[in-house]
């Protein structure tokens, strides 16, 4: 696919108008540029300015809602469960972990478990905020069922991410992933390439291992069966009941914690009820934060330092790539594909934005 | 390896036994006895009494103390900090999980981080004295460096296992799982029936894909380089990234929060210091319980009776599997093997215990 480099800033200021236009104050329009941009500047192209268009639906579909504050139904001082009312999942989910930042700074700890949402972005935007308040975040949501449990046919868990923040330096420790072992986005590229899908990552209509990615992305947008396997690959030999179990505590403190429609309901009819959970620790509640977080940084710099495997020059801590990405995008640009530049510009003319002005007229 | 059948209030009363004879009180004998034979009843034989040699090696040598009481260093209403001092890990174990219950029926979260304990058993005892209490149960452990993170070929984390557990109807969730992609002693069964290794379980010297499970033993045991994968193999096309990742949030939550020592230093000139972490959640903090866990319950029950891959009669939830072990075992006795039952009589032989009379002479 070819791409074009787009400046950040003007992607930037084109996104808030575009999130003004819906109805959004300035204010909140900023908060979701800022999620979705994250993504593209981390270098996760899934959850970035390609979902625009899917964001574009929603609104004309009613699917979320513009003008509704998200509503807290309980609450104790280290907790709360809130009522999203189909809001912007990134508005929610900022809001939600704020509300976890503030509680954790007054009592140690902040658990919010939100339902009624819609998707929310990447969900390392939102722990990275704790890790910005210097606390340890935690963040978890649950999607649209793709993952089949381990000896099933039938997706009945979503990717359900599980997102860990914690202050390191020189960088912080920022650990985002999908519970199975591949999101469908991966599945949708190989069919692209008209390449076999290594076995491991999909199943068939009858549950059985499936190289085809053609066959397993059909069987997935109609139902037929089949989807996407848990961390660990699809029988007893690499632990695949393990991703499934880690799966399955991401929608036990998201959708069962908030109240909200479990993976498997959470599209019925074209509708969304997006659950998530959002804690912030302060790690101070384990003593001196100086020593802990030193302690934490020397243990990463350890790993980074330990010996590598033969052809390879360097380990990771889990961020550093994303950062480095960030660093990089922010000075040289987003690279945006073909389609989704088109896209781009079909948003802009149909709201009356002026995106030429923004993105330019040519790809 | 030949097994026998051995009658479960028997093995439990000699285990006491054996254990009131290191110098600890009944109650202690009791608890340690309860989680090392959990592990048996469960199907989990590599956590059971095969390693008592361990300890009772560990109790000649002065690496375990069992005159000391673990010490509360750093405390706040929600959480503490515990120096075990060498105890007993089950002991050291068994006592921070209650008090993490304790603090969790007060104020709704217990969190205890505990440093310089021993190996403790299997997590999942812990979680489940959670929901025994009603409580959702979260544990980890950091152990002596075996999993290698990716791109790397030196050991750097434990193989840091991650239970947690939610009461539920009729059984709670019970999920307990190393975060490597097999155990250390998976590797051993398969050197013991010298079958090549499956790949993406461990490299070796190199850091390079290993099937001999020899060479890897090996290689652990001298220290020479490579080691077991984590939880999605070697490489980037099945996410072994998420597997380190995930190794490497228990590590947090374990040894940087308690300020003991790391996977990598954990065990240094024979000396054990390992570190665990309990947390004890009241999910009363998010709504009604009754509805929370019924809500569970029926999730829990959609996966169970969703579609079966071709071949597959049944779809398992985590714990499952053990608590029928565990019903199963304690009726109909304890498989041991017979190097095992051999180095029973060798223990009781050499404390002055009447283990015939528990156990009897022949295999």
Same mark, same amino acid.
Not at 7 to 26: A, L, T
Not at 168 to 188: C, H, I, Q
């Given at each position: 696919?070819?791409?074009?480099?787009?400046?950040?800033?003007?992607?930037?200021?084109?996104?808030?108008?575009?999130?003004?236009?819906?109805?959004?104050?300035?204010?909140?329009?900023?908060?979701?540029?800022?999620?979705?941009?994250?993504?593209? *500047?981390?270098?996760?192209?899934?959850?970035?300015?390609?979902?625009?268009?899917?964001?574009?639906?929603?609104?004309?579909?009613?699917?979320?809602?513009?003008?509704?504050?998200?509503?807290?139904?309980?609450?104790?001082?280290?907790?709360?469960?809130?009522?999203?009312?189909?809001?912007?999942?990134?508005?929610?989910?900022?809001?939600?972990?704020?509300?976890?930042?503030?509680?954790?700074?007054?009592?140690?700890?902040?658990?919010?478990?939100?339902?009624?949402?819609?998707?929310?972005?990447?969900?390392?935007?939102?722990?990275?905020?704790?890790?910005?308040?210097?606390?340890?975040?935690?963040?978890?949501?649950?999607?649209?069922?793709?993952?089949?449990?381990?000896?099933?046919?039938?997706?009945?868990?979503?990717?359900?991410?599980?997102?860990?923040?914690?202050?390191?330096?020189?960088?912080?420790?920022?650990?985002?992933?999908?519970?199975?072992?591949?999101?469908?986005?991966?599945?949708?590229?190989?069919?692209?390439?008209?390449?076999?899908?290594?076995?491991?990552?999909?199943?068939?209509?009858?549950?059985?291992?499936?190289?085809?990615?053609? *066959?397993? *992305?059909?069987?997935?947008?109609?139902?037929?069966?089949?989807?996407?396997?848990?961390?660990?690959?699809?029988?007893?030999?690499?632990?695949?009941?393990?991703?499934?179990?880690?799966?399955?505590?991401?929608?036990?403190?998201?959708?069962?914690?908030?109240?909200?429609?479990?993976?498997?309901?959470?599209?019925?009819?074209?509708?969304?009820?997006?659950?998530?959970?959002?804690?912030?620790?302060?790690?101070?509640?384990?003593?001196?934060?100086?020593?802990?977080?030193?302690?934490?940084?020397?243990?990463?710099?350890? *790993?980074?330092?330990?010996?590598?495997?033969?052809?390879?020059?360097?380990?990771?801590?889990?961020?550093?790539?994303?950062?480095?990405?960030?660093?990089?995008?922010?000075?040289?640009?987003?690279?945006?594909?073909?389609?989704?530049?088109?896209?781009?510009?079909?948003?802009?003319?149909?709201?009356?934005?002026?995106?030429?002005?923004?993105?330019?007229?040519?790809?």
């Amino acid at each position: 696919m070819a791409y074009k480099i787009l400046n950040y800033p003007r992607v930037r200021d084109y996104c808030n108008d575009i999130f003004q236009n819906y109805g959004f104050s300035e204010e909140e329009s900023r908060t979701i540029t800022n999620v979705l941009l994250m993504a593209d *500047l981390y270098g996760i192209e899934s959850h970035g300015i390609q979902r625009l268009i899917r964001y574009h639906n929603a609104m004309k579909d009613g699917e979320v809602s513009v003008d509704v504050r998200p509503a807290i139904t309980f609450e104790t001082p280290i907790s709360a469960v809130v009522n999203a009312k189909k809001a912007m999942g990134q508005l929610a989910g900022h809001d939600a972990m704020m509300l976890a930042i503030d509680k954790a700074k007054k009592t140690g700890i902040g658990m919010v478990a939100v339902s009624h949402s819609n998707h929310y972005g990447i969900a390392g935007y939102y722990t990275k905020l704790a890790a910005d308040n210097d606390l340890i975040g935690i963040c978890m949501t649950n999607t649209e069922a793709i993952m089949v449990p381990t000896f099933g046919r039938q997706a009945m868990l979503g990717t359900n991410p599980i997102s860990v923040s914690m202050p390191a330096d020189p960088t912080p420790f920022l650990f985002d992933a999908a519970t199975t072992v591949v999101p469908r986005g991966k599945v949708e590229v190989y069919n692209k390439k008209e390449q076999a899908l290594p076995t491991g990552w999909a199943l068939d209509e009858k549950g059985l291992d499936c190289n085809n990615p053609g *066959l397993v *992305l059909n069987n997935i947008i109609n139902k037929l069966g089949g989807g996407i396997l848990p961390l660990g690959g699809s029988n007893e030999t690499t632990s695949g009941y393990k991703g499934y179990g880690f799966g399955l505590i991401c929608e036990l403190f998201t959708s069962i914690m908030a109240g909200g429609a479990t993976s498997n309901h959470a599209v019925e009819n074209g509708h969304n009820e997006i659950s998530h959970c959002f804690w912030a620790i302060d790690y101070g509640i384990f003593g001196n934060k100086e020593a802990i977080k030193k302690n934490f940084s020397v243990f990463l710099d350890e *790993l980074r330092n330990s010996k590598k495997a033969e052809g390879q020059e360097r380990i990771y801590i889990h961020g550093e790539k994303e950062l480095e990405s960030y660093e990089r995008k922010t000075k040289e640009g987003i690279p945006v594909n073909e389609k989704t530049f088109q896209e781009m510009q079909e948003i802009g003319r149909s709201l009356g934005v002026d995106y030429a002005g923004y993105i330019g007229e040519d790809f």
